[in-house]
């Protein structure tokens, strides 16, 4: 119930080319919807997040698609770079919980954009 | 500048040395936690504190403990260390108004 699931693990993708990367969950209570970026050796950070309210949210070339109906969200990254190689985390929070900061993340994936 | 920091960045110890993780933000944050990040389980929470001597479990807190006498700091201990515990550690903070957690650089941690 608690599970968010992620795939692909590993993503290679030519440079110009689109990155898509794919989450699911199961708790319909789940009402934010962050993705994080890490790079090596580094903490994760904040790429873009939404609410189930909405069903896509843009920022630059990152994109939220969401599907309340199939418990379904995905990130988009349009015209990948070199410097989009990172590992990727979605997430998922309740704000109302007793336990308000908690995020369950994914298993992550890491992305490798080749020149 | 805004930030989560976190020492020791590496530590090797032995199983059973008893050892202690700092965490400190300075942003004036309510809320911060414990995450360990492991391959193939992304990163899951140990402990979270909504405030000062205000903290409670997390998915995975059995041989951690921590505490929060100040606002800023938030360290992690482990009282008796296994090679289980071997991972790496993130610590976060974010306000209580806002979602956005904002996350320490990691301690990779080797217990041998």
């Known amino acids: 119930q608690q599970q968010v699931k992620q795939s692909p693990q590993s993503l290679i993708v030519q440079k110009g080319g689109i990155s898509i990367i794919n989450c699911a969950y199961e708790?319909?209570?789940?009402?934010?919807f962050p993705w994080y970026q890490q790079f090596p050796g580094k903490g994760p950070a904040l790429l873009i997040a939404i609410r189930p309210d909405v069903s896509e949210k843009k920022e630059g070339r990152f994109t939220i698609s969401f599907n309340k109906s199939a418990k379904q969200f995905s990130l988009h990254i349009m015209d990948s770079q070199p410097g989009d190689s990172a590992t990727y985390f979605c997430?998922?929070?309740?704000?109302?919980?007793?336990?308000?900061?908690?995020?369950?993340f994914g298993q992550g994936t890491t992305l490798q954009v080749k020149p | 500048e805004a930030q989560v920091t976190q020492n020791p960045r590496y530590l090797i110890t032995v199983t059973g040395k008893k050892l202690t993780v700092t965490c400190s933000q300075n942003?004036?944050?309510?809320?911060m936690s414990w995450y360990r990040q492991d391959p193939g389980l992304g990163l899951r929470q140990i402990y979270y504190s909504m405030n000062v001597e205000v903290t409670d479990k997390g998915d995975v807190p059995e041989g951690y403990k921590v505490s929060r006498k100040e606002k800023r700091n938030f360290p992690l201990i482990l009282e008796s260390p296994s090679p289980n515990q071997t991972s790496l550690y993130f610590c976060a903070s974010s306000s209580m108004r806002k979602e956005t957690q904002y996350f320490g650089p990691g301690t990779r941690l080797l217990v041998l």
């Open positions: 997430a998922a929070s309740i704000k109302g919980s007793s336990n308000t900061g908690k995020l369950i």
């Open positions: 942003m004036n944050h309510e809320y």
């Open positions: 708790n319909t209570a789940f009402d934010y």
